[in-house]
Structure formats: structure tokens, C-alpha cells
């Protein structure tokens, strides 16, 4: 199995423009998240998602969006880049959600962006 | 609300040398821990989880972890580091959440060095 596939792995953008960070996980899981990590700070949650069609923001949801119109992908949109958005943005699903907080989640391997 | 805090930011040990990461956390009820380790240019990956069972819990490679009540403790050990075992390690948080999928708050993180 794949798990939780992240494209691409690294990306440069100039400020101002846009571009779609994808994801998509064989797992046939409902739940999928999306984290930004900075230097020296853990993960904080962007959006997430519970099943098709249904979205929901995190802790720092500004300057993103997201759809989710399968189960299987979860892509996360940058509209206008800024430099404050350079991080390392992880991908994550899981196959329950807060019934049972006790179930982990399976994380790709990330995007590094710059935002130059 | 829930948080969780590791104690050192940076551990080095000597190879065939016991390890042992802190974890202390904050929950306004019981919660799920989990320890996951970040090696470099990859992805999150589960070592172990407490989901209120056994309060010593054994992960993968060698890793255990014992949930503390009393303390509010949940610090990761291994009795023999080995060179592969250096990396990031992220000891997080879950608590059933008023929404619907589980919230996951991760501590700032450990880099774990292993000296010959």
C-alpha cells in the first residue's frame, strides 16, 4: 500500500502566485487533514475534512482552501502565496475521528514550499 | 482544553546508551497519547499510543512509554540507542473533540542525537 501520498515533494513560488498542494491516501479512510510545521514548532492543523464533501477549518486556516470531493484526495489551495506560508505542509488521514480519538493518523511524506 | 509539553528540545546520547524523551501534558479529561518520530525529509510515523489500557505501553523498534496520572507524564525511553533511532520525535495529544474528528495537539518536538 502507498498510504498517504503528497505532491510535489518541493516547490518555489513567487509571492502573489497560487498553486495547489495534492494529497490522496488508499486507505479508504473518511478523515483527512492537512498541518503546516515550521522550524522548531510541531504541527498545526489547517483544515480537515470528515468525509466527501464536508470541510472544516483548523487552528490557521487563513490564506488556504480546500475541497474534497473524494474520498481518496483532499488538495489544499494557496490562493495568494505569501512568505509568512513557507513551511513544510504534511498530509494526514485516519480511519475514525473524535468517537474514537484513539485512532492515528497516517501522515505522507510532506511538501517543502518556499515562498520567495 | 488540552496541551502538551516536551521538555528538552534537543537530547544526545551515546550509541548502546539509554534513551529517555520528556512528555508532560495538559487535559481536561482522559486523554490519548501517542508518540510519533519524524526522521529527516519524511513524514510522521506512530511509535506507540496510550488509549487508557496498560499505562506501559510498548512501541516499535525497542520504544516504550508509561502513562503517569499522577504526574501528567507520558515520557518515551529505550534501553539501548541505536544510530538509526536519530531523529525528530513528537509526543501529541488527543481528545475527543465538540466537532467531528479528532484533534490532534502536538508537542514542539525532540531531536534525538546519536553519538558513536
Known amino acids: 500500500n502507498a498510504g498517504v501520498t503528497q505532491t510535489p515533494k518541493f516547490r518555489i513560488l513567487k509571492i502573489g502566485q497560487s498553486m495547489t498542494l495534492q494529497c490522496t491516501q488508499d486507505?479508504?479512510?473518511?478523515?483527512m487533514y492537512w498541518y503546516r510545521q515550521d522550524p522548531g514548532m510541531g504541527l498545526k492543523l489547517i483544515y480537515y475534512?470528515?468525509?466527501?464533501?464536508?470541510?472544516d477549518k483548523g487552528e490557521v486556516p487563513n490564506g488556504y482552501n480546500v475541497s474534497r470531493s473524494t474520498t481518496e484526495d483532499f488538495p489544499l489551495r494557496l490562493e495568494l502565496a505569501a512568505p509568512s506560508q513557507t513551511s513544510v505542509y504534511f498530509c494526514?488521514?485516519?480511519?475514525?475521528?473524535?468517537?474514537?480519538?484513539?485512532?492515528?493518523?497516517?501522515f505522507g511524506d510532506g511538501t517543502r514550499l518556499s515562498i520567495l | 482544553a488540552q496541551s502538551v509539553t516536551q521538555l528538552d528540545s534537543h537530547v544526545s546520547v551515546s550509541e548502546g546508551t539509554p534513551v529517555l524523551l520528556r512528555c508532560n501534558y495538559s487535559?481536561?479529561?482522559?486523554?490519548?497519547l501517542f508518540w510519533y518520530v519524524q526522521h529527516p525529509n519524511k513524514g510522521l510515523q506512530l511509535l506507540l499510543k496510550?488509549?487508557?489500557?496498560?499505562?506501559l505501553v510498548k512501541g516499535i523498534n525497542g520504544f516504550e512509554a508509561e502513562f503517569k496520572k499522577s504526574e501528567t507524564s507520558f515520557h518515551l525511553t529505550k534501553p539501548s540507542a541505536h544510530m538509526s533511532d536519530a531523529a525528530e520525535y513528537f509526543c501529541?495529544?488527543?481528545?475527543?473533540?465538540?466537532?467531528?474528528?479528532?484533534?490532534?495537539?502536538f508537542g514542539t518536538g525532540t531531536r534525538l542525537q546519536v553519538t558513536l
Open positions: 494526514a488521514s485516519s480511519s475514525r475521528g473524535a468517537e474514537y480519538s484513539n485512532q492515528p493518523q497516517h
Open positions: 496510550y488509549t487508557s489500557a496498560a499505562t
Open positions: 486507505m479508504n479512510h473518511n478523515y
Open positions: 487535559s481536561s479529561y482522559s486523554p490519548s
Open positions: 475534512s470528515v468525509g466527501a464533501g464536508i470541510t
Open positions: 501529541v495529544v488527543s481528545l475527543l473533540n465538540t466537532g467531528t474528528a479528532s484533534k490532534l495537539t
